[in-house]
């Protein structure tokens, strides 16, 4: 077991001088792709365990894109999200990330109010029409739309559809923001012949999560074995003809998912998965060297101890948690003036708007709100301050990468409103939903009786 796992060409490869890892370890991919399968994504065909974490591994898929896409491709064509390893993969691979500011929607879940009418639009969602402005010219788009990134070099010749390496989505995340759009995005992809990654750190203990990356897998699959007529655009649009013309294999399509956040062990594994083993065993060929057999074995011993029953009884438990939050949060808003955005299409996370605290007008005061809140050891629960306080105080936004983000955490340059985020995330229970709920309670009558007085001693 101490040799590790794989040989210096290929991560997954079976090593005759460590009989005990590698059979640990061929087990765990094996078990690895049932519970994939079983989750929600039936049509993945091959998945491995790699001994990095889930930015790491993004970095792995992207790299072996890129090999694929060819020297002309250095752009990722990138929807939001305010998580800082998202941005750094892509730099770190030396690619260009062009972000996708997303815009606001209702949601589809009106629950009878017609076509969401007065119901408030807080959902951050896919912004298409941006992405494929994106695709047709990813230069043009990020002069346009940021141009004080520090990367704004001449577009290679040709441009196009041909120098994007893929489009980078997201499923699990911070609310408002919601899961990308996988399917239309899918589309997209199959018209202009581009890869497709998804970040699913979170997603397996979401049917909603995977059943998407299974939808968009059937987009790509069934479009591309049948998509052999020229699409509407010009041969001198950015050559986006030639590309797809008589294209019969759908684009590459990778999603990767982390095993801390999924199974509860230790920091440092993740599961890249895929539906197309050729792309999959090509990104288990690029790790270099031979790593570490410990995830393989918390692996394991994990999924031997949950079984598949086990498992289904924690996602249950995780729903069942989901609706105690949100109705506990609408319960505890309401007594403070605050109110529960409306973010359905977020099968995990859920934010109270702030909008209704006195803050003396300045953000220092709501994040005392969640310092406080961490004190009493509600970890994992952040205030989030909109770009629009942002901007009001003068604080420059947050750069990474070369990139500036305005209202950075809130996924939105355009954002308003300050709010509370918390999750029901797989390993919780009611007990500990409701204890949260109270001390939050508690905290929030503290902070409007302090802040007040603080007033009047002003």
């Given at each position: 077991?101490?040799?590790?796992?794989?040989?210096?060409?290929?991560?997954?490869?079976?090593?005759?001088?460590?009989?005990?890892?590698?059979?640990?370890?061929?087990?765990?991919?094996?078990?690895?792709?049932?519970?994939?399968?079983?989750?929600?994504?039936?049509?993945?065909?091959?998945?491995?365990?790699?001994?990095?974490?889930?930015?790491?591994?993004?970095?792995?898929?992207?790299?072996?894109?890129?090999?694929?896409?060819?020297?002309?491709?250095?752009?990722?064509?990138?929807?939001?999200?305010?998580?800082?390893?998202?941005?750094?993969?892509?730099?770190?691979?030396?690619?260009?990330?062009?972000?996708?500011?997303?815009?606001?929607?209702?949601?589809?879940?009106?629950?009878?109010?017609?076509?969401?009418?007065?119901?408030?639009?807080?959902q951050l969602v896919t912004n298409l029409a941006a992405i494929e402005e994106a695709i047709r010219d990813p230069q043009a788009y990020l002069a346009s739309?940021?141009?004080?990134?520090?990367?704004?070099?001449?577009?290679?010749?040709?441009?196009?559809?041909?120098?994007?390496?893929?489009?980078?989505?997201?499923?699990?995340?911070?609310?408002?923001?919601?899961?990308?759009?996988?399917?239309?995005?899918?589309?997209?992809?199959?018209?202009?012949?581009?890869?497709?990654?998804?970040?699913?750190?979170?997603?397996?203990?979401?049917?909603?999560?995977?059943?998407?990356?299974?939808?968009?897998?059937?987009?790509?699959?069934?479009?591309?074995?049948?998509?052999?007529?020229?699409?509407?655009?010009?041969?001198?649009?950015?050559?986006?003809?030639?590309?797809?013309?008589?294209?019969?294999?759908?684009?590459?399509?990778?999603?990767?998912?982390?095993?801390?956040?999924?199974?509860?062990?230790?920091v440092g594994g993740a599961i890249i998965a895929g539906f197309s083993n050729e792309i999959v065993k090509q990104v288990a060929e690029s790790y270099p060297?031979?790593?570490?057999?410990?995830?393989?074995?918390?692996?394991?011993?994990?999924?031997?101890?949950?079984?598949?029953?086990?498992?289904?009884?924690?996602?249950?438990?995780?729903?069942?948690?989901?609706?105690?939050?949100?109705?506990?949060?609408?319960?505890?808003?309401?007594?403070?003036?605050?109110?529960?955005?409306?973010?359905?299409?977020?099968?995990?996370?859920?934010?109270?708007?702030?909008?209704?605290?006195?803050?003396?007008?300045?953000?220092?005061?709501?994040?005392?709100?969640?310092?406080?809140?961490?004190?009493?050891?509600?970890?994992?629960?952040?205030?989030?301050?909109?770009?629009?306080?942002?901007?009001?105080?003068?604080?420059?936004?947050?750069?990474?990468?070369?990139?500036?983000?305005?209202?950075?955490?809130?996924?939105?340059?355009?954002?308003?409103?300050?709010?509370?985020?918390?999750?029901?995330?797989?390993?919780?229970?009611?007990?500990?939903?409701?204890?949260?709920?109270?001390?939050?309670?508690?905290?929030?009558?503290?902070?409007?009786?302090?802040?007040?007085?603080?007033?009047?001693?002003?």
């Open positions: 077991l101490a040799h590790g796992v794989g040989r210096s060409g290929d991560i997954t490869a079976v090593q005759p001088k460590a009989p005990g890892s590698s059979l640990i370890n061929r087990l765990v991919n094996a078990m690895l792709l049932d519970w994939l399968r079983r989750s929600g994504a039936p049509s993945t065909s091959a998945c491995f365990l790699v001994p990095m974490a889930t930015g790491m591994a993004l970095t792995l898929c992207l790299l072996a894109l890129k090999r694929r896409r060819g020297p002309e491709a250095k752009y990722v064509i990138w929807p939001r999200i305010d998580q800082k390893s998202c941005i750094k993969c892509m730099v770190t691979t030396g690619l260009i990330p062009v972000p996708i500011e997303p815009i606001r929607s209702v949601g589809s879940d009106t629950k009878g109010s017609k076509k969401g009418g007065g119901l408030p639009a807080d739309n940021f141009p004080g990134a520090s990367y704004s070099t001449p577009a290679p010749i040709g441009g196009g559809p041909n120098t994007i390496v893929c489009i980078f989505t997201t499923t699990s995340c911070f609310s408002p923001r919601v899961p990308d759009r996988l399917t239309a995005v899918s589309r997209l992809c199959v018209r202009y012949g581009i890869p497709h990654l998804v970040n699913n750190a979170y997603g397996v203990q979401s049917k909603r999560c995977m059943r998407m990356i299974e939808s968009s897998w059937k987009v790509l699959s069934s479009n591309s074995t049948s998509s052999t007529e020229p699409s509407h655009h010009s041969v001198e649009s950015n050559g986006i003809d030639d590309h797809r013309i008589g294209q019969l294999s759908p684009p590459d399509f990778l999603y990767v998912q982390s095993t801390d956040k999924n199974l509860m062990v230790p060297g031979r790593a570490s057999g410990t995830p393989a074995i918390d692996i394991f011993a994990t999924l031997l101890c949950l079984g598949w029953r086990g498992w289904q009884d924690l996602i249950d438990k995780r729903e069942a948690c989901y609706r105690r939050l949100a109705d506990g949060l609408t319960a505890v808003g309401s007594r403070h003036g605050l109110r529960l955005m409306h973010t359905p299409d977020n099968p995990i996370s859920l934010a109270v708007g702030l909008g209704g605290l006195p803050s003396n007008g300045r953000s220092d005061t709501l994040t005392k709100l969640g310092a406080r809140l961490f004190t009493q050891g509600c970890s994992g629960v952040r205030v989030v301050i909109p770009a629009e306080v942002e901007a009001a105080e003068g604080r420059a936004p947050t750069c990474v990468g070369g990139i500036c983000l305005p209202g950075f955490n809130s996924h939105s340059a355009s954002s308003t409103e300050a709010y509370l985020n918390a999750a029901a995330a797989i390993g919780q229970t009611p007990e500990e939903i409701d204890l949260f709920l109270g001390r939050l309670d508690k905290i929030l009558s503290e902070f409007t009786r302090r802040i007040p007085q603080e007033d009047n001693k002003n």
